[in-house]
């Protein structure tokens, strides 16, 4: 994907955001991350398709903040969102004292001033409780065990917001099999090559 689609396709998502940090976070993503282990692609014209503008699906299913990323990694897609609504309080949360290193780093670099960075896993003690607006993962766990970390993070009306692939259906079946009285959206978007993707958003029955 060239740089000029890239960025008409960021402007569609999020219209009025400044799409040049994310060229920033393609670098620092290349560079860094890669090295660390922490996404397996290198070339930054994948980088920017295949995860920036993946993670960018989610702005326009945003609302208010805080917004808390679970298993954030690399800051997919918890950094995208931050530099593309950046007047939300966004919550990276990750275990792994490399990907929290990497984040601190991206972070300042990027100049995001509303990021708060925590090293822990979703259940840990340390993650506020019924606080969080929204809660977003990407490539973190299926659907029904993703409602269990995020469930008693949101507040009342808050929902989770996950990105997810071929495997969807089947992790939605699940996940209302246990949990009926769930609602449960899907929007499709369409992946690099073929296929498409999906935006699952779970939140409590009414």
Known sequence: MSPERFRREIRKLAPGADPEPLFLLAEL?????????LIGEDREDLLRERHLLDSARLVPYLSSGPVAD?????????LVLAVLRPDLEIWLIEPRRKAVSFLEYARAKLGLKRVKILRARAQDPEVPREYFHTVTARAVAELARLWEYAAPLLLPEGYLLALKGPRAPQEIRNLQDLHPELQVQAFRYPLSGKGTGLVVKIRRGV
Do not use: F, I, T
């Open 29 to 37: 993503l290349r560079e860094m991350a890669y090295p660390l282990g």
């Open 70 to 78: 679970l298993g954030s990694g690399a800051g997919l897609p918890g």
